[in-house]
């Protein structure tokens, strides 16, 4: 059973940064891309970033030039760098993983965790 952690939440204030951190319990080279979403109180679980096994990534509009996904193939980690925070990144985040074996599509995810930025 693939198991996600993420750590690195908290509160911060309008403009300030975080770091999130997804440490997966095996190798993340078996994943074909791993993610960060977020869900805000009353709102859907919306994409914020992802990378693929290959390193491309994919960030929503919201987000761009703020955020940086990367990973850490040694660590089996994947980060989120967020800068410039505003209020409306509260929410809870959360890292994902997928795998195709077999032709079947496998998707992990973490617990959540919380991010408050106050203004």
């Known amino acids: 059973q693939v198991q996600l952690v993420e750590s690195g939440g908290g509160l911060a204030q309008a403009g300030g940064s ?3 951190s997804c440490a997966a319990s095996r190798s993340i080279f078996r994943f074909n891309a791993m993610g960060w979403y977020r869900q805000a109180p009353g709102k859907q679980r919306e994409l914020v970033a992802t990378i ?3 390193g491309s990534t994919n ?3 919201s987000v761009k030039g703020r955020f940086t996904i990367y990973r850490d ?5 994947v980060y989120l760098q967020m800068n410039s925070l505003k209020p409306e990144d509260t929410a809870v985040y959360y890292c994902s993983a997928y795998e195709v074996v077999a032709g079947l599509k496998y998707d992990y995810w973490g617990q959540g965790t919380q991010v408050t930025v106050s203004s």
């Open 18 to 20: 975080l770091t999130l």
């Open 73 to 77: 193939n040694a660590k089996n980690t």
């Open 59 to 61: 960030y929503a509009d």
């Open 52 to 54: 693929t096994s290959g």
